[in-house]
């Protein structure tokens, strides 16, 4: 018979050997070199403005829209910052975004349960339960306290925790870059609705003047001043002043139903929707070239580079993934056969350890999960440099785009004040007999060709102002805690 010191040394050689055994089939298993491919655009490579010219974009008001001093856009805005669908999504999307973060932490704390079950059972006469019990039956009944905590060794779970941490920080600048798109798409529609209620007066006139003018030539032809084909023209341009009209009353409509809709409201809303009073000259803080700071104040800009934290934290988790995996489980409770000797202090069990699950024969499995991690780590970098090179673009689109049209808007109104001055002269010229009232219509419609392209520019404009504001990150503030909360405040 063996000795107890022998007995306990051929244990801790047969550990020690088995251990050895598993680091050295543990060797086999090991991440491949997959270096990233992609690799990030770095600012001094955008042609931003250089840091010794310290230009920055000035932060929009919290509530840039008011400038334009509308009561009733800001009640529209408002309202669809309080129950648009789509912003309502994003919200809803970053509400699953925590509870993942927090699902995430929880697996690196300790866990505890209560397990307890009883049974009835025969017991074999040829195993090692001694009689009494062997061949008969009895209850038997076990309670205890279960304690796991994974030690998180070699920093899986702490990846896994970051990459959660930054996939919902991207999703709460998603949630900060729709509410000021949805903030932008309706002031944009606003001015729409306010250029079609301008553009349905200017037809009004319109209409009336080729009326006035074709009455004239019916005139002119029953007298042998005009022929047929003075009288044709005059007809062909009352329908084409009608149909002016029409459509600028059909935009208004359109544009109606978009703000509702962006509103969160349905066509009850319609109704309600009265005539804009627009400023749309208002004063916004635009620059006039690409700004330095353009890139920290785009939440787009910086939700893109969130996710690339996220698919970097997980990559790493897919590295540690193949070491082994160590975890402390302890127990503590009662255990007996028969039910009626459950709570005596005999009965008691306890037991710690560690537990050790070690990747050997799922290499190709680890091996592919961290190829794919690296891919989308991959595709995150390219999707981060993609919305960086979309953003400067943008920009620097709307700047000049602003320019051009602020431009264009100064030469519209000194044609539409030559315009007016030839009218004005017309019209004295008439009273005093020097002229025809022919000429002065012509001269009015010049009037009115001009008014319809000034509102179409000025709307342009104004369109331009308020994009290039959201292109500059609106009034985002990267400074500022992340919020969920579903109103402007």
Known sequence: MKTEPTTRAA????????????VVMAGCVRPQAEPPHATLIETPALGLAD??????????????????????????????????????????????????????????????????????QRF??????????????????????????NLDFWGRQAALIEQSRAELTAGALDVASARLALAGALAQAYVDLYRSWRLIDIAAQ??????????????????????GIELKIAEAALPEARTARLQAQSSRDLAVH????????????????????????????????????????????????ARVDAAA??????????????????????????LDALMHTGSAVYGAGPA????????????AAYKGATAGLDAAVAGYNAVVLQAVRETADQISLNESLSRQRDEIERTLQASTAAYELAQKRYAAGLTTQLVVLDAESRVLNAQRDLIAAEAKWAVARVTLLLMLGGSFDPAAPLTIAASQG
Do not use: C, K
């Open 313 to 338: 934290a997980g990559r790493e988790a897919a590295r540690a993934a193949f070491y082994p995996n160590i975890d402390l489980e302890a127990f503590v409770g009662l255990q007996a056969i028969g």
């Open 51 to 120: 840091q010794s010219s310290a230009q920055s974009s000035a932060a929009a008001p919290a509530r840039w829209w008011e400038a334009f001093g509308d009561p009733q856009l800001d009640t529209l805005v408002r309202d669809a910052l309080a129950r648009n669908p789509t912003l309502e999504q994003a919200l809803a999307r970053l509400r699953l975004g925590q509870a993942q973060n927090l699902a995430a932490a929880a697996e690196n704390l300790p866990s505890v349960a209560i397990d307890a079950d009883a049974s009835r």
């Open 11 to 22: 244990g801790l050689i047969f550990a020690a050997a088995a251990t050895v055994l598993l």
């Open 356 to 367: 050790l699950h070690l990747p050997i024969f799922d290499a190709q499995r680890l091996r």
């Open 258 to 305: 978009r703000l509702a809709a962006l509103a969160g409201e349905g066509a009850d809303r319609y109704a309600s929707i009265a005539r804009p009073a627009l400023a749309l000259d208002a004063a916004l803080p635009l620059p006039d070239r690409l700004p330095m700071d353009l890139l920290a104040r785009r939440p787009d800009v910086l939700a893109a580079r």
């Open 206 to 227: 319109m209409e009336r003047q080729r009326d006035q003018r074709l009455a004239l030539t019916r005139q002119r032809v029953s007298a042998g001043l005009d022929t």
């Open 124 to 149: 074999s006469e040829n195993y090692y339960i001694p009689p009494p019990y062997a061949g008969n039956r009895y209850w038997i009944g076990q309670s205890a306290a279960n304690l796991h905590w």
